[in-house]
């Protein structure tokens, strides 16, 4: 197995990354960086502060004053666990805006790679900026990170760079399957399908880090799992981090 290395995995909303990622990290012994929940922590603070998340210095003002952790699976915002609290439609809906500005993109960056740097190479504890629940951990010898531009922004060298996708119907089911799990038993499947369909649509037109068009051409692994469970698309992936040396048979 390789000493150090990172897995950097990208793909559409509802493609399982979130899902995906973390269950991939626990079974390789690695380090999950969920980068999905800085953005939706950051999220939750605009709509707490009552912040307009169109303007952008404003959310810049609060990712200066956000106090944002990560434990695994769990999030925290200025010492609270909202993990629960940002699985909801009103927190996914503000997440669009505020990822699409450069300097917002670009200010998180900088925090998800000082987390992933502490736990590879030093290793620290899960938490950024949460200094209260500080948990050490051993060196991680993988960091694996979920996202939408994470192997062309985030990590751009990874060494191993994986598209997850599936139909845009799987993942409207998905999805609402989320939403029901939350208690919003109202939400029609065609309102969630049309939100999906919306929400590729800004991923791929944005003009700051677009979810990368065709990706087999810029050196993704690219995996669709519409058919597949979480185990089996697990499993495949752990075949090929084998197959190019990164994991032990």
Do not use: C
């Amino acid at each position: 197995m390789k000493k150090s290395f990172t897995i950097a995995i990208d793909g559409p909303v509802a493609a399982g990354k979130g899902t995906i990622a973390p269950e991939l990290a626990k079974k390789i012994g690695g380090f999950y960086l969920y980068t999905g929940g800085t953005y939706r922590a950051l999220a939750l603070m605009t709509i707490e502060e009552k912040i307009d998340a169109d303007s952008m210095e404003e959310v810049i003002h609060l990712i200066q004053r956000a106090n944002i952790g990560l434990e695994g699976k769990r999030v925290f915002l200025n010492g609270k666990d909202v993990t629960e609290r940002i699985k909801e439609q009103d927190v996914a809906s503000v997440v669009p805006t505020i990822s699409s500005y450069k300097d917002v993109r670009e200010a998180m960056t900088e925090k998800q790679r000082k987390i992933a740097s502490d736990v590879a190479l030093r290793g620290q504890s899960t938490n950024f900026e949460h200094k209260d629940n500080g948990v050490r951990l051993p060196r991680q010898k993988a960091v694996v990170a979920e996202g939408r531009d994470v192997a062309t922004v985030l990590f751009p060298d990874a060494e191993f760079k994986l598209f997850l996708t599936a139909s845009t119907e799987v993942r409207a089911r998905r999805r609402l399957e989320q939403f029901n799990a939350l208690g919003y038993e109202n939400i029609a499947f065609e309102e969630v399908l049309d939100q999906i369909v919306k929400r590729d649509a800004k991923d791929v037109g944005r003009s700051n880090d677009p979810l990368i068009k065709e990706p087999e051409k810029h050196g993704y692994f690219v995996l669709d799992n519409s058919s597949l469970t979480e185990e089996e698309t697990i499993e495949v992936i752990i075949k090929e981090l084998q197959r190019r040396g990164l994991l032990d048979d």
